[in-house]
């Protein structure tokens, strides 16, 4: 599976942005995909989570009023819709893959060691 993001760049408080990330491969070997954040420093942390059958979406609580994951099945692309954003949004932010049961991904969506595939990352820098 490899997966492309884009859709990052600057952008001044208070925007949005929209992020995606397109899969492609042999796509039956991942069943949800995550967004997640590093700010230079900092450990990459998990800040928006999709399961595939059914949609069940999941985020961090400090973003879950503004950001927004989806999919797009024909597209096979999915998307981090990021809006009122400030400058601790400010980050490389880079979609993830894995293939795991529902009801794991429920407790450990956020957990970035438990991704298989990941993206080259897009910056998103906010001012």
């Known amino acids: 599976v490899q997966l492309v993001e884009s859709g990052g760049g600057s952008v001044q408080a208070g925007g949005s942005l929209r992020l995606s990330c397109t899969f492609s491969g042999y796509t039956y070997s991942s069943n949800c995909m995550g967004w997640f954040r590093q700010a230079p420093g900092k450990e990459r942390v998990g800040v928006a989570g999709?399961?595939?059958?059914?949609?069940?979406?999941y985020y961090a609580d400090s973003v879950k009023e503004r950001l927004s994951i989806s999919l797009d099945s024909a597209k096979k692309t999915v998307y981090l819709q990021m809006n009122s954003l400030n400058s601790e949004d400010s980050a490389t932010y880079y979609c993830?893959?894995?293939?795991?049961?529902?009801?794991?991904?429920?407790?450990?969506?956020?957990?970035?060691?438990?991704?298989?595939?990941w993206g080259q990352g897009t910056q998103v820098t906010v001012s």
């Open positions: 993830a893959a894995a293939f795991v049961l529902p009801t794991w991904y429920a407790r450990n969506w956020h957990k970035a060691t438990d991704y298989t595939y």
């Open positions: 999709i399961y595939f059958y059914g949609g069940k979406t």
